[in-house]
């Protein structure tokens, strides 16, 4: 693994510690949950009765929490880090390097939505759940999901050699590759 990247937080340093125990780690506060404000450590439950709530849910590029940070600054704070990590790994290990980000339910969903094209209103169409593996590969000209909240073994993520089209998308799904 070329590098594994995690958020400052103690939740997700310690689910890469139990996950890759060889590993250097390096923390990036890019990739920080969102802050919350005044909504964090509230319960769910009381947090859906708020007038925010519906912002949240219908429209997140709007909300922006009490003493917190607006959805918009974390999506776009994330998807900077996602972006500058994967440029900076690319250039010294090559396009097939394969490395691992570290980070929260929200910004996870803000990264996929913004890989697949679409608005960060569209993100609550995502789930990622806890200790789940969702991959994106960057290329030249797009990133493409790979897999999108999956459990189990890291190694199966390693890519397949290069074909040297690496930017254009697979005809027919890619059902034909291998013939």
């Not at 806890?130 to 897999?147: D, E, G, L, M, N």
Request: with cysteine; proline share 6%.
């Amino acid at each position: 693994m070329a590098a594994v990247v995690s958020s400052p937080l103690k939740r997700c340093r310690n689910t890469v510690e139990l996950a890759l125990p060889e590993s250097d780690i390096y923390e990036d506060d890019g990739l920080i949950e969102c802050g919350y404000g005044d909504w964090e450590g509230q319960k769910l439950k009381d947090l859906s009765k708020e007038p925010l709530w519906s912002v949240v849910q219908q429209h997140p590029s709007a909300a922006v929490f009490p003493n917190g940070e607006a959805m918009s600054d974390m999506s776009a704070r994330a998807i900077g880090t996602i972006r500058r990590w994967d440029a900076k790994i690319t250039e010294e290990h090559g396009p097939e390097a394969l490395w691992l980000a570290c980070t929260h339910g929200d910004v996870i969903k803000a990264i996929i939505a913004d890989a697949l094209g679409l608005h960060l209103d569209q993100f609550q169409r995502i789930v990622a759940d806890p200790a789940s593996i969702s991959v994106i590969r960057y290329t030249p000209t797009r990133p493409f999901v790979v897999r999108v909240n999956e459990g189990g073994d890291l190694r199966t993520l390693v890519p397949p050699k290069s074909t040297g089209t690496d930017s254009d998308a697979a005809v027919g799904g890619g059902a034909g590759a291998g013939v």
